[in-house]
């Protein structure tokens, strides 16, 4: 029997509910040991790790890791949102009931520790002090040693986290285990893979991958999916897969926050890690709060929508991140920073890395190169040219070392919002921004946001797969009751933040670019503050606000006079196409507010109205 008591009192874990749930857990997996882990036993764990074969040294404080080559991604397919109340299904949470997938996850993970370690990792989702702290802590469980070291970076991790609750019992159960890679049948009809939130009993169970959501708990399953629940359930907060960062205006000292959600590959983390444009950089600083994670709240001091970015780091996405796309994030992943890089290219001989993108072409010299999935790359038979990296290949570093993180990114207070903005990654249709004054027709915005399919062969071409809020992978209720929930809580604030959609994706019938985007899209967003503000006012259009060429800043910038006005202007036809695509996107959600379809009503008649 594993000596629970003694590593628990060792770590000085006092919370007696947390104690009782790790001896369960403990008992339940067999695992053969348990440690608590704090921040401070990183560098240990890493130096283990290394010694084990888990990390590869990739320069100077840097690391290295593979996953099992069948354990890369997410798996949405696997992933569900369990409760006891059928009224609890939407249409993109898998729900389940609880009653079924507890026993069955209880049954996959009996014994299935056995001979490893069983870490225990408490954390905290928020900046300690911060409101919405009672949402944020939890404790994870894992028999995998890398999990820990990634925890550490994307959570706050320590016992002061759960030893201090003021509801002792007030912590999510995040359990994982990692299961026998090889043997569980992934994307066959036997997979025996579930990645399962209880959300009404607060609990997280997810067995059968060591890989990035899957088992870093805090990330998406608490600090998402739980945390959405909980949000709704508690009628206090919003937690959704937006970015956060703040623009200071140099010249007025004004300072402004925009958060916003973008679907996968719709370059949010680099608008998130975004510096101002040469042209504009005496004037304007951007600053970096978070790229992945935002709970949102109405502050009743000042009725303001305030936003917190409950992570501690950043999971990118290494795929095209690179000097031009991303020069924050290559700063944030230097030597001496700790990061962690997962199935990259790696070179055994050099110790360096590459991903697709990092570079325009591959290193000339093959030699010491291996794969993602560990092959040597010189030994490929020629003319196999998938790619050196997963595209799915991450790395892990602190908010921290990104350099223009905002100084007052731990503050508890967390920061007013000024803007809520939905990207999508659409050819033609969405202008370069249309800004939405009116909450409800914001939150239709958001409720059809997607990005562009591109199977031209089944007719889809140009139809978006809709993403709503960029949360569909993470709803954990009905999105009608999400819809509702979204207009009560920013519906508090008596100083609404301005909803904008914006597209850096629009390209002309030659297919290049009209936009140059990165660094150029902060003349968007400067744009949308002047507005709120009332310093300019743009062209009302029947889907919102649109700049006038000569109300967008350009200094610095060549566009052609005729790029300009395309992504400047609308195409009428093609809406009233997106409008009949929406209305039956919407109709798939029951008990959608009112207000929403008055929204989408009324856009519709604007559009019809209009000429083409
Ligand atoms: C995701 C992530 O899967 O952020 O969206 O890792
Ligand atoms: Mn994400």
Redo the contacts with the bound molecule.
């Keep these: 029997m594993v000596d629970v008591e003694s590593a628990l009192d060792e770590a000085g874990l006092k919370n007696e509910q947390v104690r009782d749930y790790v001896r369960r857990w403990a008992e339940h997996t067999g695992a053969e040991r348990v440690e608590v882990v704090g921040a401070a036993d990183d560098a240990r764990l890493i130096q283990e790790c290394l010694d084990a074969g888990e990390l590869l040294p990739a320069g100077d404080g840097l690391y290295y890791s593979r996953s099992y080559h069948k354990d890369t ?2 798996s949405e397919e696997r992933t569900i949102v369990a409760t006891s109340k059928p009224s609890d299904a939407g249409v993109y949470n898998n729900w389940r009931p609880s009653s079924e997938m507890k026993p069955k996850l209880e049954g996959l993970m009996r014994g299935a520790s056995a001979g490893k370690t069983m870490y225990v990792i408490p954390y905290l989702m928020a900046p300690p002090g911060s409101p919405l702290e009672p949402y944020a802590a939890g404790v994870e469980l894992t028999d995998c040693r890398t999990v820990v070291l990634h925890m550490i970076r994307m959570a706050r991790v320590g016992v002061e986290y759960v030893d201090n609750l003021t509801d002792p019992d007030s912590f999510v159960r995040a359990v994982h285990v990692t299961g026998d890679l090889e043997n569980l049948g992934q994307g066959t009809p036997d997979d025996q893979r579930y990645f399962v939130t209880v959300a009404d009993e607060r609990t997280i169970l997810h067995f059968g991958s060591s890989y ?2 899957n088992a870093l708990l805090g ?2 399953a608490h600090g998402l999916r739980q945390a959405a629940y909980d949000g709704w359930t508690s009628r206090k907060f919003l937690a959704e ?1 937006f970015m956060l960062l703040g623009i200071t205006d140099k010249v007025t000292g004004r300072r402004y926050h925009i958060c916003g959600g973008f679907p ?1 590959a719709s370059g949010k983390t680099n608008l998130a890690m975004t510096l101002a444009p040469d042209a504009l950089g005496d004037r304007f600083h951007v600053e970096f709060y978070g790229d ?2 935002a709970w949102l709240w109405v502050n009743p001091d000042d009725g303001r929508l305030y936003g917190m970015n409950p992570e501690n780091g950043v ?1 990118g ?1 290494a795929k095209d991140t690179n000097e031009k796309t991303n020069p924050t994030a290559l700063d944030s992943i230097a030597p001496g920073t700790q990061a962690l890089f997962t199935n990259v290219a790696y070179n055994e001989k050099t110790n360096e890395v590459w991903w697709e993108g990092k570079t325009p072409a591959p290193p000339t010299d093959l030699d010491g190169w291996r794969d993602w999935r560990g092959e040597l790359i010189a030994e490929r038979e020629t003319g196999v040219d998938a790619p050196w990296a997963h595209p799915n290949s ?1 790395f892990t570093t602190t908010l921290a070392n990104v350099p223009n993180v905002a100084a007052n990114f731990e503050d508890p207070a967390g920061v007013p919002i000024d803007g809520i903005i939905f990207g999508g990654r659409t050819r033609d249709r969405e202008p370069l921004v249309r800004a939405i004054t009116d909450l409800a027709e914001g939150v239709y915005d958001g409720l059809t946001l997607g990005a562009e399919a591109t199977f031209a062969a089944d007719g889809l071409d140009g139809q978006l797969r809709y993403d709503p809020m960029s949360m569909r ?2 709803m954990s209720y009905p999105e009608g009751a999400y819809a509702a929930h979204w207009l009560k809580i920013v519906g508090e604030a008596t100083d609404q933040p301005i909803f904008a959609h914006v597209n850096w994706f629009q390209r002309a019938e030659d297919g290049h670019f009209l936009w140059p985007g990165y660094r150029e899209n902060l003349r968007a967003l400067v744009w949308l503050m002047q507005l709120r503000n009332g310093e300019v006012s743009g062209r009302q259009t029947p889907v919102g606000i649109i700049p006038t060429a000569d109300e967008l800043d350009l200094a610095g910038l060549d566009l052609p006079a005729e790029d300009l006005e395309r992504i400047l202007s609308l195409d009428i036809p093609r809406w009233r196409q997106e409008i009949a695509n929406r209305q039956e996107h919407l109709e798939a959600f029951t008990d959608l507010p009112e207000e929403i379809w008055v929204a989408h009503r009324r856009v519709a008649a604007a559009l019809d109205a209009a000429d083409d």
Excluded: C, E, H, Y
């Design positions: 991604a997410r990035g959501g990330k998406i897969q996968s992945d994670i999971f996405v991450r992978p993470f």
